[in-house]
């Protein structure tokens, strides 16, 4: 009897992902192309199917209106590595909703309308190794822990996003990291942008359009300019050193900061001003108690 279940095991796996593979388990409007592989690419879909194979490895859903993913999506395709998300309308994702695969190496959520990547969204990645995010144009917000854990990431797109500005420490925990894409983003330098652009100029080589390929605006008149024409010492006066820098910044932010201080100053002194003569009126002298 034993040997006889051990001679047939080969054949019934073999009949079950037949079955698996060509049978009703392919989702329908998908196609099965293989044993590993659900592709739901362009049909309109709103949801995630729920017929996908469990032990499924590839799944493309991207040219979709799905708006959102279940928070143990991952939990429950255990075996996933290439997930395609692309040109969905995800908005927004649970915390945790993607931190669970160790196993997951691609992952794209390009074109969506995401707001933000909270911290910790992809915690336990371990093996992602490329992370697609462009092409969301609300995306502003990026939590400072974020990409820590994503210790194989070689590639990150977060180009053509909404970041006038990103806190250079949520790109420090990614050792390695080959290519970074941040092209196309609403940049704003500033002095909050200092750090960044230290970083982006000790790793520029990582960036496949170059210091010129990015665009900042400058603060005093906005005029858009290509990362490569500014220095360092663009942002000099950030560290409190006052210099003359390639555009002037600081002698016009300078002047921005007296104006505001001495219209500010000027309010202040009307307002007390007012009250003085306000409070002597109404209740007589009161300035002693005041002082
Ligand atoms: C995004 O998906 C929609 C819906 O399927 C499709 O009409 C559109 O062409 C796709 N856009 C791109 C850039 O693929
Ligand atoms: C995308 O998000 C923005 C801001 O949250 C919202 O105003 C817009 O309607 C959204 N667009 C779509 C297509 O969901």
């Given at each position: 009897?034993?040997p ?5 095991q080969?054949?019934?796996?073999l ?22 592989t659900?592709n ?9 199917p729920?017929s ?37 309308s ?21 074109s ?13 990645l371990k093996?992602?190794i490329?992370?697609?995010l ?19 990431l070689?590639?990150?797109e ?16 990614l050792?390695?990291?080959?290519t970074?894409?941040l ?9 909050h942008?200092a ?16 210091m010129?390929?990015i ?13 490569s ?12 050193t ?6 002037l ?9 007296s104006f505001a ?15 003085h003569?306000?409070s ?12």
């Amino acid at each position: 009897m034993l040997p006889c279940i051990n001679w047939l095991q080969p054949f019934l796996a073999l009949i079950s992902s037949t079955l698996l593979t060509h049978g009703h388990n392919c989702p329908s409007r998908c196609l099965c192309p293989d044993h590993h592989t659900v592709n739901c690419t362009s049909q309109g879909l709103t949801g995630i199917p729920d017929s996908v194979p469990l032990d499924v490895r590839r799944l493309l859903l991207s040219n979709n209106w799905i708006p959102w993913i279940p928070s143990d999506f991952l939990v429950l395709y255990s075996d996933l590595l290439y997930l395609d998300l692309r040109n969905n309308s995800l908005s927004q994702l649970e915390p945790g909703t993607l931190s669970s695969s160790s196993r997951l190496v691609f992952l794209d959520l390009g074109s969506n309308n995401l707001t933000e990547i909270p911290s910790g969204m992809f915690g336990e990645l371990k093996s992602l190794i490329k992370l697609r995010l462009g092409n969301n144009p609300y995306l502003t917000i990026v939590g400072r822990n974020s990409f820590t854990g994503l210790t194989s990431l070689r590639e990150l797109e977060l180009e053509r996003n909404g970041f006038a500005i990103l806190d250079v420490r949520v790109l420090e925990p990614l050792p390695s990291l080959r290519t970074i894409r941040l092209e196309g983003n609403p940049w704003l330098c500033n002095c909050h942008f200092a750090k960044l652009f230290v970083w982006l100029t000790q790793n520029r080589h990582k960036l496949p359009a170059g210091m010129e390929g990015i665009e900042c605006s400058l603060p005093m008149d906005g005029r858009r300019v290509p990362l490569s024409l500014l220095s360092e010492d663009s942002f000099r006066e950030c560290h409190g050193t006052l210099t003359l820098t390639d555009y002037l910044i600081v002698i016009f932010s300078g002047i921005s900061v007296s104006f505001a201080a001495i219209m500010a100053s000027f309010l202040l002194a009307s307002i007390v001003h007012c009250f003085h003569r306000l409070s002597k009126g109404s209740k007589g002298d009161e300035e002693e108690g005041k002082e």
